[in-house]
């Protein structure tokens, strides 16, 4: 059984980890027999490639949110759909600002993660679509908001970072940008740095978990959101 911060439950949850050090490392992964590597052992197996946390935020408004709109796909493909910021976030350099000017390049055949990816992973591809952001292939999208629930923490980011590094993200920002366009928003700096935190955060849940997901579950988390873009191939012929 998975774990949620509601009243019922909320003592059930694990003591919160104390506040994760930025220089904290120590990202680990589960190799094919099961043992424990390291993040440079697993960027030699990548190919070097590097782990990018990444985070969009996007304009919504009443009657325009995923849940008016019926879901991820029909949110993104909307008239009004736009990136009005993007957090990047890894141990070396770190952007949150205008999709525009994002250094999409240096996410070229990368491992990127986020924070419920089925929903950012659809936000970029369509934007690259659109030319909001410039084109770039990624090597791969890792959710951590699955690891998250696969190892009994709440999936939202806020429960998660509180949860796991004993942060206390709000989400305020968030909010208060309802009905606002990139414009205004990049002019707000505690909006662009909300978005910075969130793919900060995201990073250090996985550097946290990543070691304790097995690929088992990693597998179910891919094949999930390949299901839920692509849908499942039915022979008709055979079903009727």
């Not at 008016?68 to 029909?74: I, L, N, Y």
């Amino acid at each position: 059984m998975h774990l949620h911060t509601n009243e019922t439950e909320i003592a059930t949850l694990p003591p919160p980890l104390p506040q994760r050090n930025k220089n904290f490392t120590g990202l680990r992964w589960l190799d094919g027999e099961r043992q424990a590597i390291s993040l440079p052992d697993l960027r030699s197996q990548l190919g070097g490639r590097e782990i990018v946390a990444l985070d969009v935020e996007t304009f919504w408004e009443k009657g325009y949110d995923i849940g008016s709109c019926g879901g991820v796909r029909p949110y993104v493909e909307h008239d009004k759909f736009d990136i009005t910021c993007i957090g990047l976030f890894t141990e070396e350099w770190t952007y949150s600002g205008n999709p525009a000017h994002a250094p999409m390049d240096k996410l070229h055949g990368r491992v990127i993660v986020a924070h419920n990816a089925a929903f950012d992973q659809a936000c970029v591809e369509e934007a690259i679509r659109r030319g909001i952001l410039p084109a770039v292939e990624v090597g791969m999208w890792i959710c951590t908001a699955d690891a998250c629930v696969a190892l009994g923490y709440p999936r939202d980011l806020k429960g998660a970072a509180y949860w796991i590094l004993g942060q206390d993200l709000s989400k305020q920002a968030r909010l208060d940008s309802k009905g606002k366009g990139r414009v205004e928003l990049l002019l707000d700096d505690n909006f662009v740095e909300y978005c910075q935190n969130d793919a900060t955060s995201c990073y250090w849940i996985a550097n946290t978990l990543f070691g304790q997901w097995t690929e088992q579950e990693e597998r179910y988390s891919y094949l999930t959101r390949k299901f839920a873009r692509y849908g499942l191939k039915l022979d008709r012929a055979a079903a009727e």
